[in-house]
């Protein structure tokens, strides 16, 4: 079990995207939709070591299940459940959100919510769309579908495929959106009122984990919580090699596969996590407690690259 000299307490959230390789945005081109039951499976595999990394490091999380995988892996989100981590719904399909109707959005959600209420035994609150593809007609639903928070949105312009909500573009972390409705925003390193993703996925993977840290360091020491997600597949360098993407999406989905285990587990040990819907319950208690404090030179990972 990893200690670092000084874990802190300030208030991070972490959120883990449960998917397997081939439902990555990514793969698309090169992974039809119904080939996905003829893929290699290994999110269970994934999914298991991250839970042994959060015991490990005494860690809790929320994990954001997409419903395909929960439908073929019970026994996963019950593991997930019964180690005390919070279990929200990725949908069921991973299919862009403004690609959908809202009729159509509105199905794969309560599909997700059921499922996933039924089998882990507790009520669902939170969703995190596929890609961060919000879109603004998609939260009256998700109020109406019984979920109590959004956690899609990323304040940022430099993705091409992530969506908006045009009406809390202003800088807000977390913004009640409606009566006990909120949004968590994925975190970004802010310039102005919009930021370069420092939430994690391909960017944690990009850069030098010291730099990431230190990213990490200027959110929290402007007063702002920090968000970071990631997905089970990302600590797999074994997935298989896709014919047909392109070189950017192939970049995407391989840079620095080898690194990123050990890159979460020392972020896991860097502080004391919260879960997504626990940071809720803090701000709205009042109850934030901000550590504003430099890091210190000899943290946790601070060897790795
Ligand atoms: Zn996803």
Redesign the pocket.
Known sequence: MRQPAQRRAAEVALSI?V?DWF???NVKRGVSRDSWDRCEPRVERNTMRMLEILDATNTRATF?V?GWVAERNVNLVREIAAAGHEVAS?GFA?QLVYSLSPEAFRQDVSRAKALLEDIAGQEVRGY?A??FSITPWAIPILQETGHAYDSSMVPTAAHDRYGSLGTIDDGSDIAELGEGFHEVCVSCLRFSRRGIPWGGGGYFRFVPYAAWMRGINVILAGGHPYVFYI?PWEIDPGQPRVDGMSVFNTYRQRVNLHRCEERFEALCARFHWMTIGEMIERRRGGAVAIDPAILPHAEAGASLS
């Open positions: 995207d998917e439902h990555s945005e954001f997409l990725h991973h995190r596929p890609c997905h």
